[in-house]
């Protein structure tokens, strides 16, 4: 713990390590320590300040940020989706093409086979 000044006769003060000091030498440096001491709290404040500004524009840039990367993924998916829906419309056409061709062939089968059951003898005596 640090020696409190004291007094010793008129007009000066003893110190730690036994300094002598007049008063005017012991104001002036009770002056320049309560300055010296409001300028910390000043810079305290500043400092405070200061970094709450700082925090208030970094979560600014990383809510900007984040609000970019989600609109970009949205643009994405939909991109994704589109691409998806064409693959899917082109393969059930192709599906449905195929399989209509197929009753298509299917049914000209059947009418060669009418028309060949009619040039039969035993169909015309029907």
């Given at each position: ?10 007009g ?86 195929a ?7 299917r ?10 059951m ?9």
């Amino acid at each position: 713990m640090p020696q409190q000044p004291r007094r010793v006769g008129s007009g000066s003060f003893v110190v730690a390590a036994g300094a002598v000091l007049r008063d005017s030498q012991f104001d002036r440096i009770q002056q320049i320590l309560i300055a010296n001491r409001f300028g910390q709290e000043l810079s305290v404040a500043e400092l405070t300040q200061k970094s709450g500004e700082q925090h208030e524009a970094l979560r600014k840039t990383v809510e900007e940020r984040l609000d970019a990367i989600r609109n970009e993924n949205a643009e994405k998916l939909d991109q994704m989706r589109q691409t998806v829906d064409e693959k899917l419309q082109s393969t059930l056409d192709q599906r449905l093409g195929a399989s209509f061709q197929i009753v298509a062939d299917r049914l000209n089968e059947v009418y060669k086979s009418m028309g060949e059951m009619q040039t039969w003898p035993l169909a015309s005596a029907i």
